[in-house]
């Protein structure tokens, strides 16, 4: 196959412009440069000046990580010279000159290839726990196929998108990343968790206000009824509500996931188009089955 073509994407609220200064010339740094390079400004009103031959996007409101991520694929996707999307936080930083020669790299060995995952560490080198996409996992300089991915940074495959669909819109932030991974499994293309790319990122902690304790759980209940099969969904659903007993010290916090909850099986999440049980038998072979 021609190799293929790298599109950046950077999603930004307008509050990080020194990082995200740092982060495109770290794109423009690499040793094998991108097609094309997106900045979408989500709600920002307007954009810094942005380096040339970087597109800005000002988006009058902010539409959630989905819906800015949506925006910056149709862009990217409208100039016609993009094989594979590369997702980047704008406070993120590539701290390697050959993540984009490297990814490309995977993309043309495997043409099914449909979602690479990159690992995220913080400036001392070390990995959280929670930014390793298997369950169980202690050593993330370990890689290999996977059933979800990291938003922080990561590669999409163009015709994967082009069949399957872009993100989840309705979900504005949280689980969206799970959701297309799911849908992209279900298509028959493979998610790679490749921790020899490297997104350097500021350690933090999950947000833990109202707000998130909502999205998280509504989000959680549209994922179960988006993608899984019926005998499934209960299941799913009443593994997460007792961790989350089990994890949650705020009465707020599970105040708000409650709410998140039922707000979630009032309201649809988008259309339904259940996986297959072969797909289930997938995920279970790699190690996560769609029921934790």
Known sequence: MARPRVGVAILTMGTRPAELRALLDAVAGQDEPASRIVVVGNGTGSLPDLPEGVTGVELAENRGVSGGRNVAIETLRSFGDVDIVVDLDDDGLLVDTDVFRRLADLYEADPRLGIVSFRIADETGETQRRHVPRLGAKDPLRGGEVTTFLGGGHGLSMPMLDRIGGWPEDFFF?????????????????????????????????????????????????????????????????????????????????????GGFAEGVRRSGGPRTPMRWTTVLRMTRLGRPPVI
């Open 174 to 258: 949280t689980h969206e990343e799970t959701d297309l991974a799911w849908r992209a499994l279900d298509a028959g293309w493979k998610v790679l968790y490749a921790p020899e790319l490297l997104l350097q990122h500021p350690r933090t902690s999950p947000a833990r206000h109202a707000v998130y304790y909502r999205m998280t759980a509504r989000n959680r209940v549209w994922l179960a009824k988006r993608n899984l099969p019926v005998p499934l969904v209960p299941v799913y659903l009443g593994v997460w509500t007792l961790l989350t007993l089990a994890r949650t010290r705020s009465l707020s916090g599970l105040k708000a996931w409650f």
